[in-house]
C-alpha cells in the first residue's frame, strides 16, 4: 500500500516538474522531512497522521537524532511540556521498561526524571514511524541542492550513498541537527551572531558533546574494552575531568569535583541487565547505576586555553570539513575520558556499552581517521553516529523569539502573557554551553548578557512558541523545525532540548498537513485549523497548567482553544471550573473578538444565560449573514432548552464556530 501510494504522489508531481539531469532515482511525496532527528521523527508521524505521505531522510543510519543517535536520552524535561508525541512516546518508553521491571527515573538527581537506552528510543521512534503506513525513511541521506521556483521550493537532490536521488514534495521541512537545507533554498539564516549572507569568521555557537554509553561489566571488563594506553591529547583533557569528577569527590549538592556516583546518577540509565534499583529522587541508590552516558565533563572544546575559555567557532556550521575535524577531536576527548574512567576513578569494570547497536556507520567516519591508533577501534565502534549538535542554523522567520519572550514569572512558572498565535510550548531554563558575552550574540536583536535571565533558580516555567517563527520570512515550500527555527541564539538555549524539538517538529507536521490538505503555502494556512490538528493530537498549547480539565476528556480540546485564544480566562492558576455559570457580557464580549464587530445584539450584560437563550441569539446574528454557519450548533443548543450554559459547554460552542469562521491570514 505504502509503495503505491508513492507511486501515484510521483506520478501526479513528475507530470510537472522535470528531473534534475543529475539524479539517478526521483521520488515524491506530499511532505519531505529531512533530518530524523528529534524534530524531524515527530514532524514526520504528524504529518502522516493527518494522511500526508512522507519521505524522511536522514544522513546517519539511526532515527532520533539528538535522544538516541547522540545518545542523550536523559530527556531535559521539567515536566510541563509532557504533552503531544512527547508524551506519548515517553509513555511507550516507561511501558516497556515497566515490563522488563525496571523503572525510567534514574537521572539528574530527581524522582520524576525520563531516561532510557538510546537502542530503546529508536525502537520506540521506528515503531510509531512504522505503524503510521505513509512514512518512507532513506538513511545515508545528504542535501545537496534544491530546486527553487518562483520562490518556493519545488524539488531537491540528495545524495544517498554513492547514487542522487531527487525528491519533489509540496512542503519540504529541515529537522537537519545543523540547518543544512535551509541554505540550499536561499532563505536567510542566523548562525551565531550572524545573518546571511553575512555569516563571519568570528563568531561563536554552544559546545557540541560526543557522548558516549558507559556500563559496568560485573562479570568483568572484556579485554578489548580496556583502554591500555593514554589516547591523543589525554594530558590537555584530564585537568578538566579532574575539576569535575574524582574519585573522593563530593555528594551532589555541593561544590565541584563530585564524586563518582553522583556523576554516574547523573545520566544514569534503566539497566534491564542488573538486578539493583536506582532512583534519581533517592541518593542512598546512586552507587546502584551501572549504565549512563558520558556528558558532563566532555562538552567540546570545552575548558581553557592560555587561562581563556575555549570556545567553538561558527565554522563548525558553514564548513563540513571543519565540522568532521571538530566532530573527530570531540570523539577523541570522550575516549579520554573513559580512560580516566578506567585508570583514576577505579571503575575498572566500567567501559563503552556494547549493546546499544551503535556499531554501523558513523557521520564523524572514525574509521578513515588515520590520526588516531587502530588499538582504540574495539571501543570507537560502539559510540554513538552522530554528534550532540546544540546550535545549528536559525532560519530567520516571519516571527524570531528574543529573551524577552520566554521570561518566565517564578511564581506562577509560566509567561505572564498568552500569544494567540501559539503552535507548540517550551519550558526548559535558558543553557547556553559556551561563551555569552553580548559581543557574541544577536546584536541586530537587541541582544545582550545583562538582559539573560538566572532562571535556574525557578527551574524555567511555560513558553509558548509562535506560528511565525517555524515560518521562513519569503521562501516558499520550507518550514523550520528542530533546532532550526527562527529564534535568538539565547532563546535557543531554550528551545533546543528534547522535548521542545519533538513539539515544535509536530507544530510543523500539522502545518504542512494543513497547507497540502488545502492546496496552499504554509504561510497562508488557517490557524485556526493548525491549532485544531494539534489539539486533537493532545498536543497542549496554553500555558495554564488545569487541575480540573484532564486531557483524556472531550472538553479538554474546546477548553484549551478557548484559554490560547484569549475567548475565556481559568478562575486560577490552576482551576478552570468548567460549571460554573455563563453570563451574556461574557457572550458578547467573546463574540466581539471572534467576529471584530462591536455590532451585536444586546441583552442584560448580567443575566445568566440558557443553551437556548444563546441559540436564538446566535440565530439573530447570522441571519441574512451566509459567511457565519450556525445552524448545527443553535439546533443542539435549541435541544437542551432551558439547561444552564456553563463555561466547559461554551467553550465547546466556541470551538465548534471557530472552525467555520473564516479568520485574516495568519502571516504578512
Not at 226 to 231: A, L, T, V
Not at 290 to 299: E, L, S, V
Not at 537 to 545: P, Q
Not at 561 to 567: K, M
Request: proline share 5%.
Amino acid at each position: 500500500m505504502f509503495k503505491k501510494l508513492f507511486i501515484l504522489a510521483f506520478i501526479a508531481v513528475a507530470a510537472v516538474l522535470p528531473s534534475a539531469a543529475n539524479a539517478e532515482e526521483t521520488m515524491a511525496c506530499d511532505v519531505a522531512v529531512i533530518g530524523a532527528g528529534t524534530g524531524g521523527c515527530s514532524a514526520a508521524i504528524q504529518a502522516a497522521r493527518m494522511g500526508m505521505t512522507v519521505l524522511l531522510l536522514e544522513p546517519s543510519d539511526w532515527v532520533g537524532g539528538q535522544m538516541t543517535g547522540a545518545a542523550v536520552s536523559t530527556m531535559d524535561d521539567k515536566t510541563f511540556t509532557r504533552t503531544g508525541l512527547y508524551l506519548e512516546f515517553i509513555n511507550k518508553i516507561r511501558e516497556n521498561y515497566k515490563r522488563m521491571g525496571k523503572n525510567t527515573n534514574t537521572c539528574y538527581w530527581g524522582g520524576d526524571t525520563i531516561a532510557f537506552e538510546p537502542s530503546e528510543g529508536k525502537r520506540v521512534l521506528l515503531d510509531m514511524i512504522n505503524k503510521t503506513g505513509r512514512i518512507k525513511i532513506i538513511y545515508d541521506a545528504h542535501p545537496v541542492s534544491a530546486k527553487v521556483t518562483d520562490g518556493t521550493v519545488k524539488s531537491a537532490v540528495f545524495s544517498v550513498g554513492s547514487e542522487k536521488v531527487e525528491v519533489l514534495a509540496k512542503v519540504f521541512i529541515d529537522a537537519t541537527e545543523c540547518g543544512d537545507f535551509i541554505p540550499l533554498t536561499g532563505a536567510r539564516y542566523r548562525a551565531a551572531n550572524g545573518v546571511s549572507p553575512h555569516v563571519g569568521k568570528g563568531g561563536i555557537i554552544q559546545d557540541t558533546t560526543y557522548v558516549a554509553v558507559v556500563k559496568r561489566y560485573p562479570n568483568g571488563l572484556p579485554d578489548e574494552l580496556k583502554i591500555k594506553s593514554e589516547p591523543p591529547h589525554y594530558d590537555e583533557y584530564v585537568d578538566e575531568f579532574r575539576a569535575i569528577v574524582t574519585k573522593n569527590g563530593n555528594t551532589w549538592p555541593g561544590d565541584y569535583p563530585f564524586d563518582v556516583p553522583s556523576h554516574n546518577a547523573y545520566r544514569a540509565l534503566p539497566d534491564p541487565e542488573s538486578k539493583d534499583t536506582i532512583n534519581g529522587g533517592r541518593p542512598d541508590t546512586w552507587k546502584n547505576a551501572t549504565k549512563t552516558c558520558i556528558n558532563w565533563a566532555n562538552d567540546w572544546p570545552g575548558g581553557q586555553h592560555n587561562g581563556k575559555p575555549k570556545s567553538l567557532s561558527v565554522r563548525y556550521i558553514t564548513d563540513i570539513k571543519y565540522r568532521l575535524k571538530a566532530d573527530r577531536e570531540a570523539i577523541g576527548k570522550t575516549l579520554a575520558f573513559i580512560y580516566y574512567m578506567q585508570h583514576e576513578l577505579g571503575l575498572e569494570d566500567w567501559s563503552v556499552d556494547n549493546t546499544q547497536g551503535f556499531s554501523g556507520s558513523s557521520v564523524s567516519s572514525w574509521k578513515t581517521w588515520e590520526d588516531m591508533p587502530e588499538e582504540f577501534a574495539p571501543i570507537l565502534q560502539h559510540f554513538p553516529p552522530i554528534v550532540y549538535v546544540r546550535e545549528g542554523r536559525r532560519i530567520a522567520g516571519v516571527k524570531t523569539m528574543v529573551v524577552k519572550d520566554i521570561i518566565r514569572d517564578e511564581s506562577l512558572h509560566r509567561t505572564q502573557n498568552n500569544i494567540t498565535d501559539v503552535v507548540a510550548l517550551g519550558e526548559y531554563p535558558i543553557d547556553i554551553h559556551g561563551l555569552r558575552n553580548t559581543r557574541f550574540l544577536d546584536q541586530d536583536l537587541g541582544e545582550k548578557e545583562e538582559d539573560i535571565p538566572n532562571d535556574w533558580q525557578g527551574e524555567g516555567g511555560l513558553f509558548q512558541i509562535p506560528f511565525g517563527a517555524l515560518i521562513p520570512e519569503k521562501i516558499n515550500g520550507l518550514l523550520a523545525a528542530e533546532k532550526n527555527i527562527s529564534v535568538s541564539r539565547v532563546v535557543n538555549g531554550s528551545i533546543r532540548l528534547q522535548p521542545v524539538t519533538m513539539l515544535t517538529g509536530q507544530a510543523a507536521g500539522a502545518i504542512a498537513a494543513v497547507a497540502v490538505q488545502n492546496k496552499i503555502q504554509p504561510r497562508n494556512v488557517r490557524l485556526t485549523d493548525v491549532q485544531i490538528a494539534l489539539l486533537d493530537a493532545k498536543d497542549k498549547l496554553s500555558i495554564y497548567r488545569l487541575k480540573d480539565i484532564s486531557p483524556d476528556i472531550k472538553l479538554w480540546a474546546p477548553v484549551e482553544f478557548a484559554l490560547l485564544r484569549g475567548y475565556l480566562t481559568p478562575a486560577s492558576e490552576t482551576l478552570f471550573q468548567p460549571d460554573s455559570d455563563i453570563h451574556w457580557i461574557d457572550v458578547i464580549e467573546v463574540f466581539r473578538s471572534m467576529l471584530g464587530t462591536k455590532n451585536l445584539p444586546q441583552r442584560d450584560m448580567l443575566g445568566t444565560v440558557t443553551e437556548n437563550d444563546l441559540a436564538l441569539w446566535l440565530q439573530e446574528i447570522s441571519s441574512g449573514n451566509k459567511d457565519l454557519h450556525f445552524a448545527g450548533i443553535t439546533s443542539d443548543l435549541a435541544a437542551n432548552k432551558d439547561n444552564p450554559l456553563k463555561k466547559a459547554r461554551f467553550a465547546e460552542v466556541l470551538y465548534e464556530i471557530s472552525k467555520h469562521l473564516s479568520e485574516p491570514k495568519t502571516t504578512e
